[in-house]
T-cell receptor
Framework: GQQVMQIPQYQHVQEGEDFTTYCNSSTTLSNIQWYKQRPGGHPVFLIQ?????EVKKQKRLTFQFGEAKKNSSLHITATQTTDVGTYFCAVYGGSQGNLIFGKGTKLSVKP | GAGVSQSPSNKVTEKGKDVELRCDPISGHTALYWYRQRLGQGLEFLIYFQGNSAPDKSGLPSDRFSAERTGESVSTLTIQRTQQEDSAVYLC????????????????FGEGSWLTVV
């Protein structure tokens, strides 16, 4: 079935530093979604990317979809303590539409 | 309802007992998902319901796990003869319609049911 590899597994940064997480697939993706899960919370949808080479921004967050639609990245500029949590990418696993999540990147931010 | 509602929020059960977890999706959402998340781990897909189509059960880890959905409303995840490795949070999510290749409806998660098997 469809799988996505997400790296790194953990990232520790100093507040103000940038952060990037990557999601890679061996097959072409129709689209990709990104979610954030705060400690003790549930995943919350951030964004969906559909088009080849697409770039979307949400304040300090920048999302990119690769030209070949096989990889995606989430970049946070000047991290804040409120960015702490685990960031997941998610793709559709098959024609029926089940959504498969990457293993996530856990971000910790030191004040 | 306003959001995805799950119950119970916490459940402690003895090994070997059966448990039922309930999910009430957002009204009008035809797609419903169950995921399992062990402590500090990622989301493991379990099962997906879309309208009246046959559910995608490809993620269920064993025949001790089963799920039902009544029409396009409430779903119940049942775990029989629970084992300690079943301890996890079970997350339910729903979305407006089926997640076809070109659709992009947001899925909304409930708060989860935290299961501890002792």
């Amino acid at each position: 079935g469809q799988q996505v590899m997400q790296i790194p597994q953990y990232q520790h940064v100093q507040e103000g530093e940038d952060f990037t997480t990557y999601c890679n697939s061996s097959t072409t993706l129709s689209n990709i979604q990104w979610y954030k899960q705060r400690p003790g919370g549930h995943p919350v949808f951030l964004i969906q990317l559909v088009k080849s080479g697409e770039v979307k921004k949400q304040k300090r967050l920048t999302f990119q979809f690769g030209e070949a639609k096989k990889n995606s990245s989430l970049h946070i500029t000047a991290t804040q303590t409120t960015d702490v949590g685990t960031y997941f990418c998610a793709v559709y696993g098959g024609s029926q539409g089940n959504l498969i999540f990457g293993k996530g990147t856990k971000l910790s931010v030191k004040p | 309802g306003a959001g995805v509602s799950q119950s119970p929020s916490n459940k402690v059960t003895e090994k070997g007992k059966d448990v039922e977890l309930r999910c009430d999706p957002i009204s009008g959402h035809t797609a419903l998902y169950w995921y399992r998340q062990r402590l500090g781990q990622g989301l493991e897909f379990l099962i997906y319901f879309q309208g009246n189509s046959a559910p995608d059960k490809s993620g269920l880890p064993s025949d001790r796990f089963s799920a039902e959905r009544t029409g396009e409303s409430v779903s119940t995840l049942t775990i029989q003869r629970t084992q300690q490795e079943d301890s996890a949070v079970y997350l339910c999510a729903s979305s407006l319609e089926g997640q076809g290749l070109n659709s992009g409806n947001t899925i909304y998660f409930g708060e989860g049911s935290w299961l501890t098997v002792v």
